[in-house]
């Protein structure tokens, strides 16, 4: 079989660096990372968060092959930051996002309402318990 083990998609190997930042010499103000041991969910978030940017000129991503475990993410700014400066704020910026997602998600889905309040939807909207008393979901079959 052609897959590789499965540990292999994520564990680094002695020595391996999971980022390598090669400058470019024919664009100005422009870098190529190597990100290895990741795949399309971190290379188009990233992609994505630098193109919201207004330093960011050009960002794009490629994954060379699918049973190689890294992608390359190209990166050209205007010149008032380097690319590696300007994906370190990227990543501060969305960790700071899949935070407050985490927090908004616990705090919606908690398992049980505490102080006994109205039973309210996703969207806030009062919930009658009808007859489904005592249980936190609904059997359709």
């Known amino acids: 079989m052609n897959a590789p083990n499965r540990y292999e998609l994520y564990v680094l190997e002695e020595g391996e660096r999971s980022v ?4 470019d010499t024919k664009i100005p103000n422009a ?12 290379a188009n978030l990233l992609r994505s968060e630098l193109l919201s940017m207004p330093q960011v000129l050009f960002a794009g991503y490629k994954v060379p092959h699918p049973l190689h475990p890294y992608f390359l993410l190209k990166i050209q700014t ?15 910026k969305l960790i700071g996002a899949i935070a407050g997602l985490e927090s908004k998600f616990q705090r919606e889905f908690t398992y049980k309402d505490v102080d006994g309040g109205i039973q309210e939807d996703a969207y806030g909207a009062p919930v009658s318990a009808g007859n489904f008393e005592g249980r936190d979901y609904v059997d359709l079959f």
């Open 31 to 42: 870098a190529t990372i190597k990100i290895v041991k990741q795949d399309h969910t971190l």
């Open 20 to 23: 390598e930042v090669s400058e």
């Open 78 to 92: 205007d010149g008032s930051v380097t690319p590696t400066q300007i994906l370190e704020t990227a990543c501060t």
